[in-house]
């Protein structure tokens, strides 16, 4: 993944691409860092279920800080990889990126690593099928 002032997002396409809207601000109008919080897990879940082939559950979020704000209106895209995984659990990286919709630079906002844990029916660790 980029680094902390790269200009540029990921070369890959988006796990998610979002618009942000103003429901999702907080008193001041600016964007509630758990709304960004939220959609990287949905992009970590989106990837952790597809290596996992299967039901998943996030267990921890490490080494989040929130480097600009996201406004009203911004487009938001979150880029994600797995970075590591054990026997039933994955680290997947997230970064999140705005960009002002009638603009074409992105700045990075915030990244993150999730860790993820596959799950059998009865949600209980399982063993993570060979890649």
Same mark, same amino acid.
């Given at each position: *993944?980029?680094?902390?002032?790269? #200009?540029?997002?990921?070369?890959?396409?988006?796990?998610?691409?979002?618009?942000? *809207?103003?429901?999702?601000?907080?008193? #001041?109008?600016?964007?509630?860092?758990?709304?960004? *919080?939220?959609? *990287?897990?949905? #992009?970590?879940?989106?990837?952790?279920? @597809?290596?996992?082939?299967?039901?998943?559950? /996030?267990?921890?979020?490490? +080494?989040?800080?929130?480097?600009?704000?996201?406004?009203? +209106?911004?487009?938001?895209?979150?880029?994600? @990889?797995?970075?590591?995984?054990?026997?039933?659990?994955?680290?997947?990286?997230?970064?999140?990126? @705005?960009? @002002?919709?009638?603009?074409?630079?992105?700045?990075?906002? /915030?990244?993150?690593?999730?860790?993820?844990?596959?799950? +059998?029916?009865?949600?209980?660790?399982? #063993?993570?099928?060979?890649?």
């Amino acid at each position: *993944m980029s680094g902390q002032g790269d #200009a540029m997002p990921p070369d890959e396409a988006p796990v998610i691409r979002t618009i942000a *809207m103003p429901a999702d601000t907080n008193p #001041a109008g600016d964007i509630f860092g758990g709304w960004l *919080m939220a959609h *990287m897990d949905l #992009a970590a879940g989106n990837i952790a279920t @597809r290596r996992a082939r299967g039901r998943t559950v /996030t267990v921890a979020v490490d +080494g989040m800080a929130f480097l600009k704000p996201v406004l009203v +209106g911004d487009e938001v895209s979150f880029y994600g @990889r797995i970075v590591e995984t054990g026997r039933t659990s994955m680290k997947i990286e997230i970064e999140a990126w @705005r960009r @002002r919709r009638e603009e074409d630079v992105s700045s990075r906002v /915030t990244a993150a690593v999730f860790t993820f844990v596959a799950i +059998g029916a009865d949600r209980r660790p399982r #063993a993570l099928p060979e890649s």
